[in-house]
């Protein structure tokens, strides 16, 4: 027996019509359109005849949190039961949609994808097709892992198929309509061995070295004598192992060995190198994953470079460096426009663990794409799986083509882990000196503090204050203090450095944060109770700042972002006295309701890091009062929209923001007229 499920979704409407409430059934039935779309296991139960319609309810309502309501769920299985045959509830809901957009001109389609789309794309596509089709098109997002990537558009009767496997499908059928002649003898890759040119100078090079041998070993420190000549920092072989000078002390020397020391005992043989620790430079490290030693652990073969550069430095003296004036893009909302970072600043992250730290940084590195910045990230005691979805992410988002990733991880040895954020400085340093903007990430230093302490101990360094060496302070300022921005006679390259410190209870009087706060030009800090309340990033403005603060702003985003953290904490100051008191004035309320626009316009998902223009539009909104109103949950949906629309019916509106980075008194009415309009339009649609 056929089933007129069109029919069915008629009746919905109808029974939506009789109680009024289509405005409250619609968004509900997208919401489960929208999971049903993207989750097969749900979709196959609330399909199933096995079940009952109790237990589907019961199914739905838990993929929602018990967020949905009930009355529409009632609705919606009262007419499921009328239908004669089991199995039809997901096209009964989307005929529902349908037959809803229908009646208001709008015909639906479907875009397949393998991964859920942003609504930016679905836009555009919405937009393209409307056009080419010359009627409203809205597009529902399903997914479909068969089409290995790509869209896929499916309108009424008509498929648009631009997936990868119909063009693979299409360059098999190609090559099996061509006749192939295959005559190589040679199939399978030809290997080709390069044989680099001795050079005879070598041999007549001497190397001055003294021997030595072991007199104790434990937990990966040794204690040696007999090397009479030993630099502080210098490599020393250790049997079959290396080691890093730390201790010169009258009849013996102390050094941390960076490998195994399984076979390293009493009486082993040590011999000088003559060289401090070292690590390889240059572009060849691109794109790579190494050790604190810069030795390839990604397996992509060696890397080929002839520089290499010690890994302690001097910091750039005062006549080196000039003043921080140009911004380092963050791609995110509030930091751009409240704690704004600037090219050679030092800007401290800060707080909790789980808190979204680490979310900040590969964020920041995300955005520099396009914008000729190499990145360094620094891992120091992270677990390897942990690293390795960050790399992956990395990779996903293109930043890898410009990225260094160093890897000291938590079962590395603590010497590796003390070594790994000046090895990283070190490579910055080279591209710094090259004239090129560098931005280096150092997750954690709390970890490395603690594994320097553990160095210390081992070494029988004097304990301080919570077990740490009196030199902890120093540990960190002559690492930070090599991040910079070098004057224009010596190239005017910068390193920017993000390091990153966790704290235990929100408690940012500890020993190590408040070292780190003394030492750098200003902190992000994040709060569980806002990452916990759904404010992301959890970023607390009162405790934040940057103290380059709008020098490292363009004259745009000055302009747009000046008023923003007084709204904040007017809307802070009048939030806690309105807890005393529920009648108030219509200011007040005017005031409390701005500020939560504001708060959920800085509100920022991960992996979405946005333009320097994207981000002075929508804070242009919000300064002239159009994002007032618009309804607080329509928000992150005007935000998406309104940048679709600017990005590609006024690009050139954004182009001459970003070039020209600040608003003129005509690019400001224009901006206005056009952001008013949308406004006006985007709240009479439906949602």
Request: glycine content about 6%.
């Amino acid at each position: 027996m056929s089933v007129d499920i069109k029919a069915y979704a008629r009746n919905l409407m109808e029974l939506a019509n009789q109680e009024g409430q289509v405005d409250l059934i619609y968004p509900e039935i997208k919401r489960i359109n929208d999971e049903l779309n993207k989750n097969d296991v749900l979709l196959k139960y609330i399909d199933s005849p096995d079940h009952r319609s109790a237990e589907k309810k019961q199914a739905l309502q838990e993929a929602f949190d018990h967020d949905l309501d009930e009355s529409v769920l009632y609705g919606l299985f009262l007419i499921v039961d009328t239908i004669p045959e089991a199995g039809y509830e997901s096209r009964l809901i989307h005929e529902f949609l349908v037959y809803y957009y229908q009646t208001r001109g709008i015909t639906l389609g479907t875009a397949y994808s393998v991964r859920e789309l942003d609504k930016g794309t679905l836009y555009t596509l919405e937009a393209a097709f409307t056009h080419k089709l010359e009627r409203a098109i809205k597009l529902e997002n399903k997914l479909d892992k068969d089409l290995i990537g790509g869209v896929k558009v499916a309108i009424n009767d008509s498929v648009w198929d631009g997936s990868y496997k119909a063009q693979i499908n299409e360059l098999k059928d190609n090559l099996l309509q061509k006749e192939l002649d295959v005559r190589s003898d040679d199939i399978g890759k030809e290997l080709k061995e390069e044989i680099a040119s001795f050079n005879k100078s070598d041999l007549q090079r001497q190397t001055a070295y003294t021997m030595g041998e072991v007199i104790s070993v434990a937990d990966g420190v040794v204690n040696l004598s007999g090397i009479s000549k030993a630099m502080a920092g210098e490599i020393l072989d250790v049997g079959s192992t290396k080691a890093m000078v730390m201790d010169l002390q009258e009849n013996k020397i102390a050094a941390v060995l960076l490998g195994n020391d399984s076979e390293i005992v009493k009486g082993t043989k040590v011999a000088s190198t003559g060289k401090v620790a070292e690590v390889p430079v240059g572009d060849e490290l691109l794109g790579r994953v190494i050790d604190a030693l810069g030795r390839p652990i990604d397996g992509k073969g060696p890397i080929k470079t002839e520089h290499f550069r010690p890994i302690e430095n001097n910091a750039p003296g005062v006549i080196e460096r000039q003043p921080i004036d140009e911004p380092l893009q963050t791609g995110i909302k509030i930091i751009d426009a409240m704690i704004p970072i600037g090219k050679g600043q030092r800007e401290l992250i800060i707080g909790d663990r789980q808190t979204g730290k680490t979310a900040l940084a590969i964020d920041t590195i995300i955005n520099q794409n396009g914008r000729d910045v190499y990145c360094i990230y620094v891992a120091i005691g992270q677990k390897n799986s942990t690293v390795a979805q960050i790399i992956e992410k990395l990779h996903q988002y293109g930043a890898m083509n410009y990225t260094t990733v160093m890897v000291a991880g938590a079962s590395e040895l603590a010497s590796l882990q003390y070594i790994a954020p000046y090895a990283g400085t070190s490579i910055a340093e080279y591209w710094m000196h090259q004239g090129k903007d560098v931005l280096i990430v150092y997750d954690d230093l709390s970890k490395h503090a603690v594994a320097y302490r553990t160095l210390s101990l081992l070494l029988r360094r004097p304990p301080g204050r919570e077990a740490y060496p009196g030199d902890v302070f120093y540990l960190h300022s002559r690492l930070l203090e090599r991040s910079c921005r070098m004057h224009d006679d010596l190239g005017g390259g910068s390193i920017t450095a993000l390091p990153i410190i966790e704290t235990q209870a929100g408690d940012i009087s500890a020993y190590i944060p408040t070292n780190v706060i003394s030492i750098t030009d200003g902190q992000i800090f994040l709060q569980s109770e806002l990452f916990n309340s759904g404010i992301r990033p959890a970023i607390d403005y009162g405790l934040s700042v940057s103290r380059v603060g709008s020098a490292a702003q363009t004259k745009a985003m000055k302009s747009v972002s000046s008023s923003l953290k007084l709204d904040l904490s007017q809307y802070q100051e009048v939030l806690d006295f309105a807890q005393f008191g529920s009648d108030l004035d219509s200011n007040t309320r005017k005031q409390i309701d701005h500020g939560r626009h504001v708060v959920e316009l800085l509100k920022q998902p991960q992996y979405a890091p946005l333009a320097t223009a994207d981000q002075v539009i929508l804070l242009f909104a919000n300064k002239n009062g159009l994002l007032d109103e618009v309804p607080l949950k329509d928000i992150r949906d005007y935000e998406n929209e309104l940048l679709t629309e600017m990005n590609h019916v006024h690009p050139q509106i954004m182009r001459q923001i970003e070039e020209e980075k600040k608003i003129s008194d005509e690019l400001h009415d224009q901006l206005l007229e056009i952001i008013t309009v949308f406004t006006t339009r985007f709240n009479l649609l439906e949602r």
